[in-house]
């Protein structure tokens, strides 16, 4: 079973950066997708950047031109550097990683989530 674990998150005033990583626990072969996802208290749980195995990249409107999503194959390991946070920003930010292995089954891992507050 492949572990996410997601570091970086914190207390940070508007205007400020931060930057998430997700590292996973070993190789993980038949990625489709890797993504960022928040859930803010009350809400549902929303992607926010997501990168294919290609490495193409898609962000949601809210975030497009602060946020930037990133990898390191060789670390196992993606990014998400966040700038000129906005306190609508604070939320848990989860990473997520989909694919197929190789008996063809599908599969879906989350990390336990890193807590982003931005203050005003």
């Known amino acids: 079973q492949v572990q996410l674990v997601e570091s970086g998150g914190g207390l940070v005033q508007a205007g400020g950066s931060l930057r998430l990583s997700c590292a996973a626990s070993?190789?993980?072969?038949?990625?489709?997708?890797m993504g960022w996802y928040r859930q803010a208290p009350g809400k549902q749980r929303d992607v926010v950047a997501a990168?294919?195995?290609?490495?193409?990249?898609n962000y949601v409107d809210s975030v497009k031109g602060r946020f930037t999503i990133s990898r390191d194959i060789a670390k196992n390991t993606i990014y998400l550097q966040m700038n000129s946070l906005k306190p609508e920003d604070t939320a848990i930010y989860y990473c997520?990683?989909?694919?197929?292995?190789?008996?063809?089954?599908?599969?879906?891992?989350w990390g336990q989530g890193t807590q982003v507050t931005v203050s005003s």
């Open positions: 997520n990683a989909d694919g197929v292995d190789s008996a063809l089954r599908r599969y879906n891992y």
């Open positions: 070993s190789t993980i072969l038949g990625i489709d997708v």
């Open positions: 990168i294919s195995s290609g490495g193409s990249t």
